[in-house]
C-alpha cells in the first residue's frame, strides 16, 4: 500500500487540490485508495459473508451462474489460475438482473438482500467515483448512470502448500474503471482517455496459508459498447492513438489471445 494515494471523495468534489491529487493518481498510478465513500463497513461485512456462502454452494449450483458476455459468469479454478474462482454478475446496475443472479443460484433470502443492498451502494459509489475521475480532467457533466457494470466476487483457495505462488497473474482490467473492496482500487483507464490515465498491472499472490476474498465492480463501457476517447483529449500534440472499437470486441480478443497485460490494446491503434 505504500506509496498509493488515498483520496477523500467527499473532498474530490468541493477542493480543487483533492481533485488534483485525484487526477495525478490516475495520470502516473492508475490506482488509488478512496474515504469517505460512504458504503457502510457493516455492509461490506455482511457482504463478505455472503460471497462466502456463495462459494459454499455446490458446484452443480456454482455452474449455473452462466456467462452473459464472454468471461462474465462463474470463473472455475483453472491451470493459469489454479487458486482462483469467482462468480459475475452483469448488469449489476439493473435490479432485476442482480435478482435473476440470486435466484439461479437459489440463494437464501439473507443473501439476496444483501447483495442487493451492496450492488447498489457500489453502483452508486463507481459511478460517483468515475465522474470525479472525468471532472477532475475537466469532462464536466459525463454520464456514468447508464454504463452496464460487472460485479465479481473472488476467492482465493489458498493452503499452507500455496504460500508464495500466484492468485492470479499478471493483468489489465479490460473495462473503463473498477472499485475493489478489500484491496486497492485499479482501473483500465488508458484506451478511454486517448493514453492520458495510465491502466495499472496487477495480479495477485498468496501471501498467507488463508482463503482470501475480495468483491469487484467493474464499469465497464458505454451502453451503446463503443469505446472512443473524448474529442477533448485529443489534439495536435495528442493524436488520437487508438481507433474506435467495440468494447465487446476488445474483451473476446483480450480472451481469445490470451493478452490480458494490455498488449491487446496495441491492436486497437489508430
Ligand atoms: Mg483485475
Given at each position: 500500500?505504500?506509496?498509493?494515494?488515498a483520496?477523500?471523495?467527499r473532498?474530490?468534489?468541493?477542493?480543487?487540490?483533492?481533485?488534483?491529487?485525484l487526477?495525478?493518481?490516475?495520470?502516473?498510478?492508475?490506482?488509488?485508495?478512496?474515504?469517505?465513500?460512504?458504503?457502510?463497513?457493516?455492509?461490506?461485512?455482511?457482504?463478505?459473508?455472503?460471497?462466502?456462502?456463495?462459494?459454499?454452494?455446490?458446484?452443480?449450483?456454482?455452474?449455473?451462474?452462466?456467462?452473459?458476455?464472454?468471461?462474465s459468469?462463474?470463473v472455475?479454478?483453472s491451470?493459469?489460475?489454479?487458486?482462483?474462482?469467482?462468480?459475475?454478475?452483469?448488469?449489476?446496475?439493473?435490479?432485476?438482473?442482480?435478482?435473476?443472479?440470486?435466484?439461479?443460484?437459489?440463494?437464501?433470502p439473507?443473501?439476496?438482500?444483501?447483495?442487493?443492498?451492496?450492488?447498489?451502494?457500489?453502483?452508486?459509489?463507481?459511478?460517483d467515483?468515475?465522474?470525479?475521475?472525468?471532472?477532475?480532467?475537466?469532462?464536466e457533466?459525463?454520464?456514468?448512470?447508464?454504463?452496464?457494470?460487472?460485479?465479481?466476487?473472488?476467492?482465493?483457495?489458498?493452503?499452507?502448500?500455496?504460500?508464495?505462488?500466484?492468485?492470479?497473474?499478471?493483468?489489465?482490467?479490460?473495462?473503463?474503471?473498477?472499485?475493489?473492496?478489500?484491496?486497492?482500487?485499479?482501473?483500465?483507464?488508458?484506451?478511454?482517455?486517448n493514453g492520458?490515465?495510465?491502466?495499472?498491472?496487477?495480479?495477485?499472490?498468496?501471501?498467507?496459508?488463508?482463503?482470501?476474498?475480495?468483491?469487484?465492480?467493474?464499469?465497464?463501457?458505454?451502453?451503446?459498447?463503443?469505446?472512443?476517447?473524448?474529442?477533448?483529449?485529443?489534439?495536435?500534440?495528442?493524436?488520437?492513438?487508438?481507433?474506435?472499437?467495440?468494447?465487446?470486441?476488445?474483451r473476446?480478443?483480450?480472451?481469445?489471445?490470451?493478452?490480458?497485460?494490455?498488449?491487446?490494446?496495441?491492436?486497437?491503434?489508430?
Amino acid at each position: 500500500m505504500v506509496g498509493i494515494p488515498a483520496i477523500d471523495l467527499r473532498l474530490a468534489g468541493e477542493r480543487p487540490e483533492e481533485s488534483a491529487r485525484l487526477q495525478d493518481a490516475c495520470e502516473r498510478l492508475g490506482c488509488f485508495r478512496v474515504s469517505g465513500h460512504g458504503v457502510p463497513a457493516a455492509l461490506q461485512a455482511e457482504m463478505k459473508a455472503a460471497v462466502r456462502a456463495l462459494f459454499d454452494l455446490p458446484d452443480e449450483a456454482k455452474r449455473r451462474n452462466a456467462d452473459i458476455i464472454a468471461g462474465s459468469g462463474y470463473v472455475a479454478p483453472s491451470p493459469a489460475n489454479p487458486l482462483y474462482e469467482a462468480f459475475g454478475l452483469l448488469d449489476a446496475a439493473a435490479p432485476a438482473d442482480v435478482d435473476a443472479f440470486c435466484a439461479r443460484l437459489d440463494a437464501p433470502p439473507r443473501v439476496r438482500e444483501t447483495v442487493k443492498s451492496y450492488a447498489e451502494a457500489m453502483h452508486e459509489l463507481i459511478v460517483d467515483v468515475a465522474g470525479k475521475v472525468a471532472a477532475s480532467l475537466g469532462l464536466e457533466g459525463h454520464p456514468f448512470q447508464d454504463w452496464p457494470c460487472q460485479f465479481r466476487m473472488n476467492r482465493y483457495n489458498y493452503t499452507q502448500d500455496t504460500v508464495g505462488s500466484s492468485g492470479v497473474q499478471i493483468h489489465t482490467d479490460s473495462g473503463f474503471l473498477t472499485v475493489l473492496q478489500e484491496d486497492d482500487c485499479v482501473g483500465g483507464l488508458e484506451a478511454w482517455s486517448n493514453g492520458r490515465l495510465h491502466t495499472v498491472k496487477h495480479r495477485v499472490q498468496c501471501v498467507a496459508a488463508v482463503p482470501r476474498i475480495s468483491i469487484a465492480m467493474f464499469l465497464l463501457a458505454p451502453k451503446d459498447d463503443r469505446v472512443c476517447a473524448p474529442e477533448a483529449f485529443v489534439d495536435e500534440q495528442h493524436p488520437r492513438r487508438f481507433k474506435p472499437f467495440n468494447y465487446d470486441d476488445y474483451r473476446k480478443l483480450r480472451l481469445s489471445t490470451g493478452e490480458r497485460a494490455g498488449e491487446a490494446l496495441a491492436r486497437m491503434a489508430a
